[in-house]
């Protein structure tokens, strides 16, 4: 009787979540009925933006919110206006002035990214630290990089950034906010790194990321069109606040609270290392790793955390890291753990306590001894900076040097003989004139001798 109750309770319990899960999240922005979008493509002008591998943002900003803007204005009920439709410049406080200008909803700033040392990957988008434009920023975010994330690109997730004052890094965000227009940075993609550069490298992957950024809007705005034949209306969008800054916006920065290494398993003949990796950042999610295996002096390119979650937080706090060692080395193992604001925190050193044999020297340990006995199973251990052929190449090396030294030796002791016996022969000749002169003197000169 006691289980029959409790399965009751627990299918009445589900009958009563089922709901609230399948409930959708209420949209925070409320636009009227007439919704006016501003798309602000940025930099111009004399202002490039990043010209990494031959790209030059301010082109690629313009083709994308050009497509955007196209894409739009098929949508109902919408209009659409963008700061610049040529290459021009224009300061910041005046794009945010136009949008108030014409009483916009949202600006949206098109941007593409590039880091100082070409190693950061991704798409993110940058929204204001105030409530409830922050709530507004990460609504759009969240659909934005969801679409990114199926495009097959890293998420780095939605995030503020605060300058002096604690007010809003970013200028566009900054003064649209203060004339109470909410704004966003989408940048999409990084044009300087490899894992990106792939999406943006044409100006049809320029336009078909305007026409991404144009849907992640309409779903955002819940909008229709009849040109399309789409309907986002019931459109569900992920919870959010308009009270106070979404937590998972929050700026971190601090480096990550710990990142340990603990040995796990070595494959000394197939030349494998695993190691369980442990890292926590208590204010934002874990994104990258990187790894040395040279002590600290070179580090890998980063990677993606396993299964880290930029848009919810989650990432696991532990993975296992596993290694191809090069022959002849023996490993010191260091990793960096990267949270979302590209700080990070740096492990205990593993040294490994065995070098990591050649493969010629374990063919050769398996080889029968004279006697018949077959050897130790055990694998050579072969000192770091051997040569890659083993021992016997080293003998060689060894023989060679041993009969440049005989040769140098032979030449030296050459020398010395015919100096030596040049040196004989000038004291030789010495003495010879000597004795000449001493015999002289005894019988005198005979010319000077009377008959």
């Given at each position: ?12 319990f ?23 979008i ?7 002008g ?16 313009l ?17 659409v206006?963008?700061?610049?439709t ?24 098109i ?6 040392n070409?190693?950061?990957f ?6 204001s630290?105030v ?22 690109l ?10 002096d ?13 203060e004339l ?15 894992r ?7 100006d ?11 849907t992640?809007?309409?779903?955002y ?30 700026i971190d920065?601090t ?5 340990l290494l ?17 890292a926590?950042?208590y204010?934002?999610?874990?994104l ?18 396993p299964?880290t979650d930029?848009?919810t937080?989650?990432y ?16 010191e ?14 492990s ?7 070098v ?10 398996s080889?029968e001894?004279p ?14 900076g051997?040569?890659?052929?083993g021992?016997?190449t080293?003998?060689?090396a ?15 002791f ?14 030789a ?7 000449r002169?001493q ?13």
């Open positions: 009787m006691f289980r029959f109750w409790i399965t009751v309770i627990s299918i009445f589900t009958g009563l979540l089922f709901p609230i899960q399948a409930c959708a999240a209420s949209r925070l922005q409320d636009t009227g009925e007439k919704l006016v501003v798309i602000d493509p940025g930099h111009g004399d202002n490039q933006g990043t010209i990494e591998n031959n790209h030059e943002e301010k082109q690629m900003t083709t994308t919110a050009l497509a955007m803007y196209e894409e739009l204005s098929l949508y109902d009920d919408v209009e206006h963008l700061t610049r040529e290459d021009v410049g224009m300061p910041i406080k005046d794009r945010a002035e136009f949008a108030a200008s014409v009483d916009a909803d949202f600006l949206f700033s941007h593409y990214n590039a880091s100082l070409h190693e950061l991704g798409s993110e988008v940058w929204v630290s409530a409830p434009y922050n709530g507004y920023g990460y609504q759009f975010g969240y659909e934005f990089l969801t679409d990114m994330r199926e495009l097959g890293f998420v780095r997730g939605v995030k503020t950034r605060l300058g004052g604690g007010l809003d890094y970013y200028g566009i965000i900054r003064e649209s906010v109470e227009i909410p704004a966003v940075i989408i940048e999409h993609c990084h044009v300087d790194e490899a990106d550069e792939g999406y943006c490298d044409s049809e992957k320029l336009r078909a990321f305007g026409r991404a950024d144009a992640a809007v309409a779903r705005f819940g909008l229709k069109s009849s040109a399309l034949n789409v309907d986002y209306s019931s459109y569900p969008l992920t919870e959010a606040s308009d009270s106070f800054p979404m937590e998972i916006t929050d920065t480096e990550p609270d710990l990142c603990d040995f796990l398993d070595a494959d000394y003949e197939k030349g494998s290392l695993s190691l369980v990796v442990s926590a950042d204010d934002s999610p874990l990258y790793y990187s790894y040395s295996t040279d002590g600290g002096q070179t580090f890998s390119a980063r990677e993606i955390w299964e930029a848009l937080g989650a696991p706090d532990t993975f296992t890291l596993n290694l191809t060692i090069q022959p002849g080395t023996a490993p193992v260091i990793v960096r753990a990267y949270n979302m604001y590209d700080l990070y925190t740096e205990n050193c593993y040294v490994s306590q065995q990591f044999p050649y493969q010629k020297a374990k063919e050769e340990d080889l001894s006697s018949g006995d077959t050897e130790s199973s055990a694998l050579e251990v072969i000192p770091v051997a040569d890659a052929s021992e016997k080293v003998k060689k060894d023989q060679g040097i041993s009969f440049a030294t005989f040769l140098a030796i032979c030449l030296i050459a020398l010395f003989l015919l100096i030596l016996v040049i040196v004989s022969q000038c004291i000749r010495q003495s010879r004139r000597k004795k002169y015999r002289r003197k005894e019988i005198g000169n005979p010319r000077n001798q009377t008959r």
